[in-house]
């Protein structure tokens, strides 16, 4: 079935972490501590969401990361999309045209690896930051 990765687990826990943490700017090594993610591969996930806008970082002595956005603005589909990037249940209901089944015109499960898509797509994108926080 549907395989979230630890990049994806790790990511939203650090994004959950800023999202509550008291403090304005928290330190890579502060989160990795606190959320027990090593640092090297915290660095690797916060450069990524970082790139993409959902994280700024400010350098120096007293630098760190901080959420860009506010939580509410934040869907966990948007998170998810960075970090996985495009997913799909099979191939077939896939974004790749360069992928062909050949069963295409004849399967009967096509509809319903859409439908099974679409309520994916459809609670992660009805779930934001500030939800999980609650």
Same mark, same amino acid.
């Given at each position: 079935?549907l395989?979230?990765?630890?990049?994806?687990?790790?990511?939203?826990r650090? %994004? !959950?972490?800023?999202?509550?943490?008291?403090e304005?700017?928290?330190? =890579?090594?502060?989160?990795? @501590? *606190?959320?027990? &993610? #090593?640092?090297?591969?915290?660095e690797?996930?916060?450069?990524?969401?970082?790139?993409?806008? %959902? !994280?700024?970082?400010?350098?120096?002595?007293?630098?760190?990361?901080? =959420?860009?956005?506010?939580? @509410? *603005?934040i869907? &966990? #589909?948007?998170?998810?999309?960075?970090?996985?990037?495009?997913?799909?249940?099979?191939?077939?209901?896939?974004?790749?045209?360069?992928?062909h089944?050949?069963?295409?015109?004849?399967?009967l499960?096509?509809?319903?690896?859409?439908?099974i898509?679409?309520?994916?797509?459809?609670?992660?994108?009805s779930?934001?930051?500030?939800?999980?926080?609650?």
């Amino acid at each position: 079935m549907l395989k979230i990765s630890t990049k994806s687990q790790y990511g939203l826990r650090a %994004l !959950v972490y800023l999202a509550i943490s008291k403090e304005k700017i928290n330190s =890579l090594r502060t989160i990795s @501590k *606190k959320e027990g &993610i #090593s640092f090297d591969y915290l660095e690797k996930i916060l450069s990524r969401l970082e790139k993409t806008g %959902l !994280v700024k970082a400010r350098k120096g002595v007293l630098g760190g990361y901080f =959420l860009a956005k506010h939580p @509410k *603005k934040i869907k &966990i #589909s948007e998170i998810l999309k960075v970090l996985e990037g495009d997913t799909f249940l099979v191939k077939c209901i896939g974004a790749d045209k360069k992928f062909h089944c050949i069963r295409a015109r004849k399967c009967l499960a096509k509809n319903l690896w859409r439908k099974i898509q679409d309520s994916i797509n459809s609670t992660l994108n009805s779930i934001t930051l500030a939800d999980l926080i609650k």
